[in-house]
DNA sequence: TTGTAGGCGTTATCAC
DNA sequence: GTGATAACGCCTACAA
């Protein structure tokens, strides 16, 4: 294997102007630089990773920690994040934990190990039993989408308002019995969503029941299968809530299945755009979120703020938006509008 | 930071004691090893990743390296492939390229200089003009999805097969005029896919015109805009094939758009599955492709055959699919089965 | 601007 | 089974 010395004996100088020259450093006459990047060229010699990370204690690579890599909403995130670090000199490592929390731990384990700049991590359930441990050490972590009660900034979405907007939505076009199809318990989102909507419900003088608020057990099926519930209920509600991407594409199946249209049957709006939503007739009422934003801004928070302080969350703008825009639309279409397959 | 030799005094053995002890070396007794562990954990010690993969020349990494994180087809290859690695001890890294040749070169090189034990590269355009640096390197690759004109093993899909099969199956419904909304030129998938369409075509008696094959654009956008060319043709195709996933949402928007009903004003088939596919009535003919398999094979192969001899292709089996089936599907909702948002 | 030299934390080798 | 020791390849005071 050709090494640091090795190029230096070629360009004649010593292996400390090669590490200089090859690192960007500023200190070295441009003649010398040259012809120690000729060298280097010659041997097709790059710089050994490991053994610059170990040396200097930290390598320039941002880990993002997402739980399930086939949702959209996190790999527009990716996206965005990838850019925001590349553009920086860094490069963004992707981990997909498959929502279980020891892999979750493993992967920051790793991270930590390898000297990472810093993590960006969306929680999955559990999350918080371990998380403790990085808590004032070496590894800069950024929570994305959900907030945990442990002292690490976080970039979040502003989920009570757009809950409170498309329950105030609902209500406006006529709602009377407005149910939920709401996500996992405990976490921020799934809390901060309810209290939007029962916040709605409540300044348009509707009627909150807890048997309108159900569930969905946070996949598509779940979703389908919890709206098919409420609506069979005796007493069912005459608009639907959906709390997150993959529930509203189930909810919207669900009463599709069952001949129901909107918004005369049944009224519907939920947070996530997918990139189909656009073929429903009449469109469909949506929560666009912010998820480019997220992840540049991640980076960034990691980058910039190596030293953390725990600071207030950082909240973006959900915007709620009508299924049927495009093709000049760029929301709804982001998560399928590239392909090579 | 503490280190192995921290450990090592408060265990009192020697720090080879506790590096073997730590990584699994069966040459340790087990009260010391105990003992080892033990101190470890009192001092919440983790071998330090930089160090370990400098010494040893190798780390357990393997990389994946794709053009669009935002392709439901290479997020199932990523589920299927982490998994494949966790079980084995290895770590998967997801690298999002954005389809620029540049950014993948860089990847390849990082992955390289950390040591990693493997590279699974879904070939973007342009890729195969540096890649012959890394043949015969210490970076095992394996490509997925396409081949290149490079001695690297791959895994991918019966294209050409596939796209026969839906072909004929257009044929025999009735179609006279089979149009193809095609991919990126100058890939293999492309080119099977346009071989196995011809064949069919021969086959069935029916006529090839070039008029009636339009690249997509690899978009969503894009095959909307050519199914939308190819039926405003005067001598407009009576049915289309889709060459790949998000072309074929884009095909049957642009059906949607214009009134035409499938099978009888236009019949439709293409490659990929989508999440809401099962909405569409009657159902459309989908083409399932292996990408778990896809996934699990490529890290064995890396995993298994570190030495690279430039195999034939492994050709995993798509499947021609009707997209009504559901819940009881675990082909077409794969790419949305969860969330956690 | 450039060179010298020491050490980053681990593991492979070779003794015992 | 365990210990001592010498690298692994690079970076960074410090000196020149």
Redesign the interface.
Known sequence: MTRISDVAQRANVSSATVSRALSGDIHVDSVTRQRVLDSAAAL?Y?????????RRRR?DLIGLVI??????????V??AA??AA?QRGY??????T??DPV?EQ??L??L????ASGVIL?P??GTSLYLH?FIGGRLPIVLI?RTLELPFPSVVCDDEDAAYECTSLLAQRGAKRIGAVT??PD?S?THNRLRGYHRALTDAGLASESQWEIFGG????GG??AAQRLMSNGHAPDALLCF????T?GG??AL?DMGMRWPDDVDIAG??V???A??YRPPLTLVS?PTHEMGRRAVEMILDHPVQAAPAPVILQNRVVQSNA??ADNVA?????????
Request: proline residues 4%.
């Open positions: 097709d790059r710089l050994d990773g490991t053994a610059r990370a170990m390598s739980s399930t890599i086939e949702n959209p909403f996190f790999t527009e990716a996206h990838e850019h590349q490069s963004l490592i992707i981990c997909n498959d929502e892999e493993r992967y384990n790793l930590d190990t390898l000297l969306a999955a359930p441990r989408n996500g996992l976490t989102t946070a996949t598509v099926q389908y299968r997150n991407n993959v529930m594409q919207v199946m599709m947070f996530g997918f990139s189909t656009r073929l979120q495009w093709p279409m982001t998560s399928a509008a590239h392909n090579i397959n």
